[in-house]
């Protein structure tokens, strides 16, 4: 359960109220309930916030490894919905939910704890058949391995901070994404090339 209710009044559409009260919420699309909740609609957020709250908690437990904290960032990004809905231009309601969940966990990490370990205790960092970027981080600084990940490609240095470093499965990256599981590890491959690349240019320079 949320650690609070949504204690706004009701606004009385009689078809909506009625498959609140039915639990019947299918019937809506989500882009029909952004439209309600454009017009004030109360208890379209309340269908919405139904329909996304546990898999959004489940979502930013990812990141924040405390499910506690999750509830407490969704609930915040529901009654922020609330709050800036007129100011809002929202395309599709999943996507951007998902991407403030994620953007919500991932402030909540950088303010109260160090983003990344030492990357010396990160013994999975990489799995087997890539070893020698295992042994690489374990001779490296922590501070030198992080400014040749960002001279990395976008997408490759994403792939690799979300897979290695946060610790997020290649099945949960891709939809993240907007990208198959396939290319995900694609991209993980591609990211760990480039780096160890870097690493060599970086060894010639010395």
Do not use: C
């Not at 309601?93 to 370990?117: G, I």
Request: charged share 20%; proline share 5%.
């Amino acid at each position: 359960m949320p650690p609070f209710k949504l204690n706004i009044p009701v606004t009385l559409d009689p078809y909506l109220y009625l498959a609140m009260k039915t639990h019947n919420y299918n019937v809506f699309s989500d882009e029909e309930l952004l439209a309600l909740l454009h017009q004030d609609d109360t208890l379209s957020l309340q269908i919405i916030f139904s329909r996304y709250y546990a898999p959004l908690t489940q979502f930013s437990t990812i990141f924040t490894k405390d499910n506690t904290i999750s509830e407490v960032l969704i609930s915040d990004l529901f009654m922020n919905l609330w709050d800036n809905r007129k100011q809002l231009q929202i395309r599709l309601l999943k996507p951007y939910l998902f991407q403030a969940a994620k953007n919500l966990s991932l402030n909540h990490l950088k303010k109260h704890k160090p983003l990344l370990e030492p990357l010396e205790n990160h013994e999975t960092l990489l799995s087997g058949h890539l070893t020698p970027f295992e042994i690489l981080t374990n001779r490296e600084s922590q501070q030198r391995i992080l400014s040749l990940i960002n001279l990395l490609p976008e997408r490759q240095r994403e792939v690799l901070l979300m897979s290695r470093i946060e610790q997020i499965d290649k099945t949960n990256i891709a939809p993240l994404l907007g990208i198959t599981v396939r290319t995900v590890e694609t991209t993980l491959y591609q990211a760990i090339k480039s780096l160890r690349t870097l690493l060599s240019t970086s060894e010639k320079k010395k």
